[in-house]
């Protein structure tokens, strides 16, 4: 079983600065995959990032990197350079390593101001 | 050329009544999901199929039933509808296991139920 936390219902960034989102999780599984997800007004959820647990290199894509501290079961997503479109929830989300379903947090509402 | 479609977006019907939401992916993956959206934005896996056989049904009401013709679709059916079953309900699909983990979402359904 996995359970997903994000504490931090919503966040406000200025735009060109960075903003930090927090995630915790729990799994019973050895082997698992953690995942960003973006959810504009549009509703459309669109992935952001991946990281597998087995890998301790911080994914990073573009704007968007990790900081995945595995004994801390810590997951948080750092968005550089902020701009008016990375306006949208974001949800933190782990799947096992079947990655048959994913279990999702609460989410995160991030707003941008210019 | 989308990649996963749902039809319809927008459901409005009344208490009792019978609906259907379909889901086609051609993205050639095995297994694909419904997930549940409720108002307070909170994400939880329905049901889960492989290869058109249903590998995970997290205690959902009977009187949602989904079906696999094939592949590529995966229709979910919701008999008596209630007030409470008024959300949005996303599709997703992934492929083998072998070729990742990640989750391709559909535009997802708003069904209203008054």
């Known amino acids: 079983a996995q359970t997903v936390t994000q504490s931090q219902p919503e966040m406000s960034v200025q735009e060109a600065e960075t903003v930090t989102l927090s995630c915790t999780y729990d799994?019973?599984?050895?082997?698992?995959?953690l995942f960003w997800y973006k959810q504009p007004p549009s509703r459309q959820m669109i992935l952001v990032i991946r990281?597998?647990?087995?890998?301790?290199q911080n994914a990073t894509e573009n704007r968007f990197s990790v900081n995945f501290q595995k004994a801390a079961k810590s997951f948080s997503l750092k968005i550089s350079d902020s701009q008016l479109g990375d306006a949208a929830m974001y949800f933190c989300?782990?799947?096992?390593?079947?990655?048959?379903?994913?279990?999702f947090g609460g989410g995160t509402r991030v707003l941008v101001k210019p | 050329d989308t990649a996963v479609s749902q039809t319809p977006k927008y459901l409005v019907t009344q208490m009792g009544n019978d609906k259907s939401i379909k889901c086609e992916q051609n993205?050639?993956?095995?297994?694909m999901y419904w997930y549940k959206q409720d108002s307070k934005k909170f994400l939880k896996i329905m049901f889960s199929?492989?290869?058109?056989?249903?590998?995970i049904n997290e205690t959902v009401p009977n009187r949602f039933s989904p079906k696999s013709p094939d592949k590529a679709h995966l229709n979910l059916h919701i008999n008596s509808l209630e007030l409470g079953d008024s959300a949005v309900y996303f599709c997703?699909?992934?492929?083998?296991?072998?070729?990742?983990?990640?989750?391709?979402f559909g535009p997802g359904t708003r069904l209203t139920v008054t």
């Open positions: 997703a699909s992934s492929p083998p296991r072998e070729q990742g983990v990640e989750q391709y």
């Open positions: 799994t019973s599984e050895s082997d698992y995959y």
């Open positions: 990281q597998e647990a087995y890998k301790q």
């Open positions: 989300a782990a799947s096992g390593a079947a990655g048959n379903k994913l279990t």
């Open positions: 993205l050639g993956h095995d297994t």
């Open positions: 199929y492989n290869n058109k056989e249903l590998i």
